[in-house]
């Protein structure tokens, strides 16, 4: 399957590549928006190749990196809008959803994109319990009772329980 | 990807930028590869300006370019005049003074009032060491006379020193001032320094020394604005900062010691500076690209401002703003920059100033 990106029919003159995700969805992506990442922008540098494979991340979250990059692409939109994209495009979403984008960014290198997802991760993860943290990254709990209640007391920020609030 | 535990250091170092103080303690928590990457983070005790927020009647904390608001009921109606080794000293509008370590939510109350209005106010050593000391300089009054007060841990009442620094003006700067060589570093307005002994010696040698026309370049002590007088980790001189005129031109300057002189500095190589009136220090900047950086209080909107020795510009981190002058930017001039300190375990006898029944 091959699905264009937003942008709609790509003019002769631009370049494009199209991306595989690791169920084998494929994307036709403009070079421009393509390059924004920083790993797509060395693999097209070191080979001719037009189509790129990435085993580790999946057709929806890839959908989502790259409706980012194209839009982020885009001359034709300002920074204001860009940024009210961004903020958009973070919100309401899943936690669950937001992990693999976390670390789809991380892995293609989109810096500015890997902060506001990490952000909107951080803001979820504010005020709530070690043990919601790790039964939202299905992480098991590697401590020793023991070892836990001394990191607890060791590194007390005394804060009780004081709000804490973001802005 | 199934294992969650193993995320990159550096995306963990991401979410860990993001998120502040109890949530920050909840995140080692969570397993022990994350307990690795928190403990070893850059963002764990790296500085933090601190400013009290009018219109959200919250204060407001701003850390590698995230901001996180708190609530301290106890700071109502104070003012932060000094701040160090993750503590800050605080004034009451009826002049009662305190410490807190807003970190720790740790407070120490201090036995007697200020006695002046002091020009600069500033500790030596922890709150909780036998050795802090507040000093209180008051800048010459109408006869010429410069107070120097001084309020020893373990003791409830100031001691007074007055001083006429002779002829000349040495009028007192807000800078704070700095311990260094074992004395007590201070500004005037004009960026002269002078020197005061803290402890009492019984050889008649004055206390105070008073260094007159310390700027090579002597006009341009009338132009200065803002003073900030501190010490570089790492370094064995003292250094300044002097803001010139409404356009704030950045000079900086090492002192020569013994002849007392500035002389300018150019380059800072892989230091960052934090200044503020209340509190202002430099260190090894943790991220290169803050390397060679001063960081004031200063605003453009909601995105810190720096000043780069690099392109002798201020730039704002957003970088929306890149000017020679700092004209229009938000200043925070009860800001401080604060660096949050670990857990000590205190003794009860250590978080009071005076103990009862002692023999002072």
Redesign the interface.
């Known amino acids: 399957m091959v699905t264009t990106d937003e942008k709609g029919p790509l003019t002769a003159k631009k370049k494009s590549v199209i991306i595989r995700s690791c169920d084998g969805d494929e994307f036709l992506v403009s070079e421009s928006a393509a390059v924004l990442s920083t790993s797509l922008k060395k693999i097209l540098e070191e080979k001719e190749d037009r189509l790129i494979h990435l085993s580790?991340i999946d057709n929806k979250t890839l959908a989502m990196v790259i409706a980012y990059l194209s839009t982020h692409a885009d001359d034709g939109l300002s920074d204001d809008l860009k940024r009210s994209f961004d903020q958009e495009f973070v919100s309401g979403k899943e936690f669950d959803v937001l992990?693999?984008l976390?670390?789809a960014t991380?892995t293609l290198q989109v810096t500015c994109l890997?902060?506001t997802v990490?952000?909107k991760?951080?803001?979820i993860?504010?005020?709530?319990?070690?043990e919601w943290?790790?039964r939202e990254?299905?992480?098991?709990?590697?401590?020793t009772p023991e070892a836990?209640a001394e990191?607890?007391r060791?590194?007390?920020?005394?804060?009780?329980d004081?709000?804490?609030?973001?802005? | 990807m199934s294992d969650w535990a193993d995320l990159p250091d550096d995306l963990l170092n991401v979410i860990l930028s993001k998120v502040f103080a109890k949530d920050r303690q909840s995140f080692g928590l969570v397993c022990r590869s994350w307990n690795t990457v928190a403990a070893s983070s850059p963002y764990r005790y790296s500085p933090c300006l601190m400013y009290y927020h009018r219109s959200m009647h919250k204060w407001r904390f701003y850390q590698y370019n995230s901001f996180f608001c708190m609530d301290f009921p106890e700071l109502e109606n104070a003012e932060i005049r000094c701040s160090n080794y993750g503590w800050l000293l605080m004034s009451r509008y009826d002049n009662n003074l305190f410490f807190f370590d807003p970190f720790n939510n740790r407070k120490i109350e201090l036995p007697c009032k200020l006695r002046f209005g002091y020009t600069t106010l500033c500790f030596l050593h922890p709150p909780t060491s036998p050795d802090c000391v507040i000093v209180g300089i008051g800048t010459p009054d109408s006869n010429n006379v410069m107070k120097i007060c001084v309020l020893r841990h373990g003791e409830d009442e100031w001691e007074i020193n007055e001083y006429r620094p002779n002829k000349n003006e040495f009028l007192v700067s807000r800078g704070a001032p700095v311990l260094h060589r074992g004395l007590l570093y201070f500004l005037d307005v004009k960026g002269n320094v002078a020197t005061f002994n803290m402890s009492k010696c019984d050889d008649c040698k004055p206390r105070l020394h008073v260094k007159f026309r310390c700027l090579r370049r002597r006009r341009l002590g009338n132009k200065i604005k803002e003073h900030f007088l501190f010490k570089i980790k790492g370094e064995e001189a003292l250094f300044a900062v002097f803001l010139l005129h409404e356009e704030r031109k950045v000079n900086m300057y090492r002192l020569l010691e013994p002849e007392m002189k500035w002389e300018p500095v150019e380059d800072i190589g892989d230091k960052v500076l934090y200044l503020s009136h209340a509190s202002s220090f430099g260190d090894t900047a943790y991220l290169k690209n803050m390397a060679n950086r001063i960081y004031f209080s200063r605003f453009h909107g909601d995105s810190a401002v720096f000043y780069s020795l690099n392109s002798g510009k201020y730039h704002s981190l957003d970088g929306d703003y890149s000017e020679n002058n700092s004209y229009g930017l938000k200043r925070l001039n009860f800001a401080t920059w604060i660096t949050p300190a670990p857990t000590p375990e205190y003794l009860a006898a250590e978080m009071t100033w005076c103990s009862q029944g002692s023999t002072y």
């Open positions: 580790d992990k693999y976390v670390l991380d890997c902060y990490a952000k991760m951080a803001d993860m504010k005020n709530k319990l070690v943290v790790r990254f299905d992480i098991q709990n590697d401590y836990e990191i607890r060791l590194d007390a920020w005394a804060w009780d004081r709000q804490l609030e973001d802005d």
